[in-house]
């Protein structure tokens, strides 16, 4: 797939994968990854891609996509879910 598309450069992309013995992402240090890149697209004019692995769990998902979609209906980025099917 285009990751890039139209999206405003500079283009700032997260990997994600999920938790390991040193590291946990849960929703809440999920919602602040994506606040803070999100943060960082805003100031910059740019924007941020996320792709996430097959590890990455669907709630820490969501919580990093609204962060990228708040309430105000601007969006700085999108998150690409990890899929079997996708090559």
């Known amino acids: 797939p285009d990751l890039f598309g139209s999206h405003p450069s500079p283009r700032i992309v997260v990997l994600v994968g999920g938790s390991c013995a040193q590291y946990e992402i849960d929703d809440a240090t999920a919602r602040r990854l994506g606040d803070d890149v999100a943060g960082l697209a805003r100031r910059s004019g740019g924007s941020v891609v996320v792709v996430t692995s097959r590890r990455t769990p669907a709630s820490a998902i969501s919580a990093i996509e609204a962060a990228l979609r708040p309430g ?6 999108e998150v690409h879910r990890w899929s079997p099917d996708r090559v």
């Open 72 to 77: 105000d209906g601007t969006r700085v980025g």
